[in-house]
């Protein structure tokens, strides 16, 4: 619009002056002499003033658009400085006086610049990095895909358990360093009640460049000391990379088996600080059948047990199609005899099924500690016997697991409220 307003009167201008009237010229024109009470009965006066006022806007016009761009480009308004070219004690260039707000933080001086959010500890090795540094850019913006690809964020599963380790970085040679150290509280996979345990490493998702430890024999409690090097990776490529570490027990006239396994998203990592790690093995994937949110609630008052079945998630696939038709089925039990049963409807072609059915029992108080859910994930099927995907046991003396067996002693110390819990679901 400014623009505009340039163009047209620096025609008008022109187009006035083209026509050399004496009493437009510039050099000729004395603005105290015109006699403003007499402008309507002089017509060519009237003009003469409309024209040259059309001029001294126009001029007005320039004067503002230069100080409009000044300012844009700047980023403040032009500043008239005094001669000798000083600006005086509070315009040097490039400081700035910032006042704050009561508990607020600023800088103030020369040296006060806008504070950068910060990606995390890897910053550290990048503050001296300056502009838009391809690494400072990519640390400020973490993707987790990969996280929620590889890292289970349930309930904390039974223990098969822990690995100690540590890492670090050569930040010259592009090198990432993990020392792995020992293992602790095993489980038994052989016969002899021990295991010959060892560590097999990838950067997920690359599976292609696989280290491992040496094998060592008949213990669960392994102390490896070893040292593991992934060359060539630098930092930007390390931080879109999920360390595996997967714990074997070496068998020599069959399959090794896996006894458990952990995941790191490396952007998680301050890798300049060299830290140190315990962290709990996982039973592995391939073992996992899914699990399953559920609620119980009892009320002594008219011995009514309520379980709401919610949802399940990460299903094992039953179907050639690589995804399930689950349906739960459950059973009421006193002892070893099957009282009750109730089923859910079927729900086609998926692994993380939202039921959200509600079951109620008739169980008398003093019967309560005895009794037990058999709780069974199905998979439907056309043609032939319908499969088990997994079950829980909810119980309060037999329960399928500790998680089974909290989860019912907590129901009865908390009458009347609903608790609920996610399962992890058994193979059997």
Known sequence: MTITYIVTSTWILILHLWRGNENTRLSRVNFSAIDYKNVRSEPRSRTNLTMWAAVTRSLEILVAFFEYYTTR??????????????????????????????????????????????????NKQLQNVKGDHPSKAFLQSRSISLVDMYIDNSEPSESVGQIHFSLEYNFQKTTLILNIIQGKDLPAKDLSGTSDPYVRVTLLPDKKHRLQTNIKRRTLNPKWNETLYFEGFPIQKLQSRVLHLHVFDYDRFSRDDSIGEIFLPLCQVDLSEKPSFWKALKPPAKDKCGELLCSLCYHPSNSVLTLSLLKARNLKAKDINGKSDPYVKVWLQFGDKRIEKRKTPIFKCTLNPVFNETFAFNVPWEKIRECSLDVMVMDFDNIGRNELIGRIQLAGKNGSGASETKHWQDMITKPKQTVIQWHRLKPE
């Open 73 to 122: 480009t700047t980023g403040s308004p032009a500043s008239k400085t005094p001669a000798g070219g000083s600006a005086g004690p509070a315009s040097s260039a490039g400081a700035s006086a910032t006042v704050a707000a009561p508990g607020s933080a600023s800088n103030v001086g020369p040296s006060a610049e806008p504070r950068t959010p910060t990606a995390g500890p890897q």
